[in-house]
Antibody, heavy 118, light 107 residues
Framework: EVQLLESGGGLVQPGVSLTLSCAAS????????MSWVRQAPGKGLEWVSG????????YYADSVRGRFTISRDNSKNTLYLRMDSLRAADTAIYFC???????????WGQGTMVTVSS | DIQMTQSPSSQSASVGDRVTITCRAS??????LNWYQQKPGKAPQLLIY???TLLSGVPSRFSGSGSGTDFTLTISSLQPEDFATYYC?????????FGQGTKVEIK
């Protein structure tokens, strides 16, 4: 059974950094592209960042490029999202998602909430 | 970037109704279009990928169609568990944009 368990969310002040983690199980982690998708309170879904199975290739939405860094440790079956220079607009639930292919998201974690507020 | 526009933003319907949701891309995306269902407080779930392929376990009352720029999600006979928000999503190229969502509510 595929499981994705996010952690690391919380309440932070604007300008600080935070790193999210996603522990994956139930599939061969290194074979799959993984992404982060976020959802601001009461709003729709926004794809944030993706990474190839090997970790060699990364992708970012314009809204986070230069501030967020996606990475993975295939030996630990874990996906990360380091978020720097956080803004109020980054407040959202962050979902870890597994890729079926062509950035089609077939499994989602339960999400971790990030609140950026002074 | 390719923009995805869903309509309507919300729809009231009754159990047994046929429901149709439309998603339009700002340029041709072939059939690289997915549909997700999200219930309150839950993570989204993939329903349909590549325009018309149902994920295993998804009821056959759900169907998808379209190509190019215009796509449709149809629920042939709405069931109580189908009241949710539905999102289309581009899988053609980065950024992998979602539509703004369509909330299907009980009439």
């Amino acid at each position: 059974e595929v499981q994705l368990l996010e952690s690391g969310g919380g309440l932070v002040q604007p300008g600080v950094s935070l790193t999210l983690s996603c522990a994956a199980s139930g599939f061969t982690f290194s074979r799959y592209v993984m992404s982060w998708v976020r959802q601001a309170p009461g709003k729709g879904l926004e794809w944030v960042s993706g990474i190839s199975g090997s970790g060699d290739t990364t992708y970012y939405a314009d809204s986070v490029r230069g501030r967020f860094t996606i990475s993975r440790d295939n030996s630990k079956n874990t996906l990360y999202l380091r978020m720097d220079s956080l803004r109020a607009a980054d407040t959202a639930i962050y979902f870890c998602v597994k890729d079926l292919g062509y950035f089609t998201f077939d499994f989602w974690g339960q999400g971790t909430m990030v609140t950026v507020s002074s | 970037d390719i923009q995805m526009t869903q309509s309507p933003s919300s729809q009231s319907a009754s159990v047994g109704d046929r429901v149709t949701i439309t998603c339009r891309a700002s340029q041709s995306i072939s059939t690289y279009l997915n549909w997700y269902q999200q219930k309150p407080g839950k993570a989204p779930q993939l329903l349909i990928y590549a325009t018309s392929t149902l994920l295993s376990g998804v009821p056959s009352r759900f169907s998808g169609s379209g190509s190019g720029t215009d796509f449709t999600l149809t629920i042939s006979s709405l069931q109580p568990e189908d009241f949710a928000t539905y999102y289309c999503q581009l899988s053609y190229s980065a950024p992998w944009t979602f539509g703004q969502g369509t909330k299907v509510e009980i009439k």
